[in-house]
């Protein structure tokens, strides 16, 4: 059963930090592109950083360029986010996703499989 499993989001204060992760499991990560997505409430769902699956090419959303670091470990199956000085705009349910390719941010018809989401929530 193909299965992506986000933890990691909660409750932080403005210019915190979170580490998200996305552990895989029912498939190998070999192959498949790595990417996080967010969704604010009354907005869309927008592609925030995905990396190809030979980490060559890494994908950011312009607002989050220099804070977040996306990472993946292809033995342990699971993908991080590593969120810095992160603001209240940053606040949304956070989604991994896989596909073929990093393309997916900015096309989300490339996902293969999607995670439940994780909320980050940040405010003081």
């Known amino acids: 059963q193909v299965q992506l499993v986000e933890s990691g989001g909660g409750l932080v204060q403005p210019g915190g930090s979170l580490r998200l992760s996305c552990a895989v499991s029912g498939f190998s990560l070999d192959g498949y592109a790595i990417g996080w997505f967010r969704q604010a409430p009354e907005k869309e769902r927008e592609g925030v950083s995905c990396?190809?699956?030979?980490?060559?090419?890494?994908w950011y959303l312009d607002s989050v360029k220099g804070r977040f670091t996306i990472s993946r470990d292809n033995v342990k199956k699971t993908g991080y986010l590593q969120m810095n000085s992160l603001t209240p705009e940053d606040t949304a349910i956070y989604y991994c996703?896989?596909?073929?390719?990093?393309?997916?941010?900015?096309?989300?018809?490339?996902?293969?499989?999607w995670g439940q989401g994780t909320q980050v929530t940040v405010s003081s």
């Open positions: 990396m190809h699956t030979n980490e060559a090419n890494t």
């Open positions: 996703a896989v596909a073929f390719s990093e393309a997916m941010c900015v096309n989300p018809s490339y996902v293969h499989y």
